[in-house]
């Protein structure tokens, strides 16, 4: 059982940046290579969030601020034997209360059209499906658009 207290958000530091990246290689076909996880904490080092259990980061989540009010969610993975005991949710509630304190009034991200797992799970945390980003990924794959809009 995880405990609630192991599920703790934290801020990510640059020194955490080789572990996010680690991650993203186990969990994603187009990881984000170091170098842009470097230019994307230099450009807003609070939207790296990230929960350790046992001192290990287990899962991170990167988000940050648009024009107009617009939260964006950029990344998120949690460690495929870490997945399933709240860690996305507890990440996701954390970038939401973030972004909502940096005024946004929706919050924005993009999953890939073939993963049905991410979309659910971003489903039953509120986001709604908007419509498919044709040709969003290098592969060619459509992304599909989800929102997220904060109860008035
Ligand atoms: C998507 C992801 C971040 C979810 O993280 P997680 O820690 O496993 O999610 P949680 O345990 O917080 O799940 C919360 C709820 O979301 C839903 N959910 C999560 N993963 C799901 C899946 N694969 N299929 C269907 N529903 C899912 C469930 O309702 C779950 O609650 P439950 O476990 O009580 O049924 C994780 O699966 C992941 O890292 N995937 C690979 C990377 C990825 O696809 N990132 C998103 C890119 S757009």
Redesign the pocket.
């Given at each position: 059982m995880t405990g609630l207290r192991e599920l703790r958000v934290v801020n990510l530091t640059e020194k955490d940046l080789r572990e996010v990246m680690e991650i993203g290689y186990r969990?994603?076909p187009d990881p984000y290579p170091l170098t842009l996880l470097e230019q994307l904490y230099k450009s807003d080092p609070s939207g790296f969030l990230g929960v350790r259990m046992n001192g290990k980061l287990v899962?991170y989540l990167i988000c940050t601020m648009r024009w107009g009010g617009v939260g964006h969610i950029l990344?998120?993975?949690?460690d495929p034997q870490?997945?399933?005991?709240?860690?996305?949710?507890?990440l996701i509630l954390k970038a939401l209360e973030r972004l909502r304190k940096e005024g946004a009034t929706c919050v924005r991200?993009?999953?890939?059209k073939s993963?049905?797992?991410?979309r659910?799970?971003y489903s039953?945390?509120g986001f709604k499906e908007e419509r498919e980003l044709p040709h969003y990924y290098e592969d060619g794959e459509a992304a599909v658009l989800m929102w997220y809009t904060y109860p008035t």
């Amino acid at each position: 059982m995880t405990g609630l207290r192991e599920l703790r958000v934290v801020n990510l530091t640059e020194k955490d940046l080789r572990e996010v990246m680690e991650i993203g290689y186990r969990c994603f076909p187009d990881p984000y290579p170091l170098t842009l996880l470097e230019q994307l904490y230099k450009s807003d080092p609070s939207g790296f969030l990230g929960v350790r259990m046992n001192g290990k980061l287990v899962g991170y989540l990167i988000c940050t601020m648009r024009w107009g009010g617009v939260g964006h969610i950029l990344s998120i993975a949690v460690d495929p034997q870490y997945r399933r005991r709240g860690v996305g949710r507890a990440l996701i509630l954390k970038a939401l209360e973030r972004l909502r304190k940096e005024g946004a009034t929706c919050v924005r991200l993009e999953a890939r059209k073939s993963n049905l797992g991410a979309r659910a799970f971003y489903s039953t945390l509120g986001f709604k499906e908007e419509r498919e980003l044709p040709h969003y990924y290098e592969d060619g794959e459509a992304a599909v658009l989800m929102w997220y809009t904060y109860p008035t």
